[in-house]
């Protein structure tokens, strides 16, 4: 039987399908001709087969996010204000990571889990519905998987355990977001754990944020000063092309005195520049503050702060004072997430049998926490209240800082509480605390300090030393204050009438 015989158009098509696996990325006019025959949706699996799905990715990202992505330095960094596109250009670097290595591991690191997954976890879910990747999604473990046998793991690095979590991993690429805002000591971080990490497979770490108000850390180091041989990159939401009408609100906002071009924050947030601002930190401790020993031959009496959460740290804080001291000593903390109510309350009864404590407060913001605290109440006996909370928080705090300034609230140098005091800011608008940043032993001491007496102090006199210059100065006081007085008392009865032994007050005409 004889062979039908195609006609010219079907004959070209049928080459073109055969040349299709063999495309290499270079190769855009056979791929540009045949998206032009089959249509978009033949487009992504096409590109898909041919290997070549960063085509699609570069297609959606603007220069300076690709100069960042295919920067071949294995140690690199980028500077970026809000809305600059960064988490989209890492979401699409951590895919094309992956697809390029198979079976390989890469891994995104926020400052928790939670930011983690509310920053790029949707976003990636996205970009597999739009390239058609067919990845599977692990929402409890936070780990997308890619048909090729890649994994892209979510993470936090919020404490130690966090931390711990990702030793003993080979990854391809560490990504590092809003790094200048971690909790934890970022060398560390770098040193012991990512830095082995990425020895296996010759890996990459980027790291990329927006400048914090202190201009100090590592980032920081790495960015402005230059350390550690890092390729740094920067760029705005100016540079980005899918902003135009954010820019413009911008540009409005300024004229209209809603943002101020000038201020430092503008000048971090906005324009990703370092410029340090004191203002913006919400609790102002200096070194005289801070306490290495407590003082001796004090009656010392104890309030517990509590703030508590689940997925968050639950705080907790416990102040000393006396009435011999007009300060207030935190001499306690600690934080520890997903503390269950048998958790918290153990802990409760472990700092009343070591303080003897006088008070107990603790965050009642939401019904569970005030069921949490009645909990509490009935099973130990304890003194518990719900923390006095206010509308004006960030009043509450300016008052605390007047007791920080006047040197009446101490910290021990070593406490995590001061490592939250030096990163904790407010946001732009002053009106609240910067939702990235920790606050749960600074809301544990808030609470705690609002319930303790340091402020009833009042200074005694003391006594002089006898035979000091001091005594004999206070007798002449005392001696001169007793004759003045006798001297200005009127004379109120006649002895030689009456006869001795009365006094003024006995005499009638008094």
């Known amino acids: 039987m004889a062979a039908r015989k195609l006609t010219r158009e079907q004959a070209d098509r049928k080459n073109s399908m055969r040349s299709l696996p063999q495309l290499s990325l270079t190769n855009r006019e056979i791929l540009e001709g045949v998206i032009g025959r089959f249509g978009v949706d033949r487009k992504s699996r096409i590109v898909r087969r041919a290997g070549g799905i960063s085509l699609n990715f570069k297609r959606h990202l603007f220069r300076q996010q690709l100069e960042f992505i295919n920067d071949p330095c294995k140690r690199k960094a980028a500077v970026c204000s809000r809305r600059a596109g960064k988490s989209f250009a890492v979401s699409r670097y951590l895919l094309q ?26 976003m990636l879910k996205d970009a597999d519905r739009q390239y058609r990747l067919n990845m599977k999604f692990n929402n409890a473990a936070l780990i997308a998987a890619l048909p090729n046998g890649s994994e892209i793991i979510f993470t936090g690095a919020n404490d130690s355990s966090d931390v711990d979590k990702l030793r003993g991993s080979a990854f391809t690429l560490a990504v590092l977001d809003e790094a200048a805002f971690f909790n934890i000591d970022l060398k560390e971080l770098v040193r012991e754990v990512l ?107 104890y309030v517990l702060g509590i703030d ?23 001499v306690d903390e600690f934080k520890q997430k997903n503390m269950l109510t048998s958790d918290v309350e153990e802990m409760i009864r472990h700092y009343q049998s070591k303080y003897d404590l006088s008070r107990i407060v603790m965050d009642t913001g939401g019904g569970a926490s005030k069921m949490v605290m009645e909990t509490f109440k009935e099973r130990t006996g304890l003194p518990i209240a719900a923390a006095r909370k206010s509308s004006d928080k960030v009043g509450l705090i300016r008052m605390l800082n007047s007791d920080l300034a006047k040197g009446n ?7 995590d509480l001061l490592k939250e005091w030096d990163k904790l800011q407010y946001n732009m ?56 007085r006798e001297e200005e008392e009127p004379a109120g009865h006649d002895e030689s009438l009456w006869g001795a032994g009365y006094a003024n007050q006995d005499a009638f005409f008094n």
């Open 195 to 301: 830095t082995p990490a990425l020895l296996d497979t010759d890996g990459t770490l980027a790291m990329i944020s927006t400048p914090n108000s202190q201009c100090a850390g590592l980032f920081y180091d790495i960015t402005e000063a230059g350390d550690y041989g890092y390729s740094t990159h920067r760029w705005t939401i100016r540079d980005n092309p899918y902003m135009k009408e954010a820019i413009t609100a911008i540009e409005r906002d300024i004229q209209s005195g809603i943002l101020n071009a000038s201020d430092p924050a503008y000048k971090r947030e906005y324009e990703g520049r370092w410029m340090k601002d004191d203002r913006s930190i919400v609790y102002s401790y200096t070194e005289q503050n801070v306490y290495d020993t407590l003082p001796e031959d004090c009656f010392w009496e």
């Open 429 to 484: 608008a002053g009106t609240g605390e910067d939702r990235r940043f920790d606050n749960h032993l600074s809301d544990a001491a808030l609470y705690m300090w609002m319930e303790s007496r340091h402020y009833l102090f009042e200074e005694g006199v003391s006594a002089p030393k006898a035979g000091s210059i001091e005594y004999y100065k206070q007798m002449e006081d005392k001696i001169e204050e007793r004759l003045m």
């Open 308 to 330: 508590l959460g689940y997925h968050d740290d639950t705080a907790f804080v416990v102040g000393g004072f006396s009435e011999d001291l007009e300060q207030l000593y935190i």
């Open 97 to 122: 990571e992956a697809i390029d290595s198979p079976g390989s591991m890469c891994v995104y690191i926020a400052r928790t889990r939670e930011a983690a997954k509310r920053i790029l976890w949707n």
């Open 409 to 415: 609230l101490m910290v021990k140098r070593s406490f």
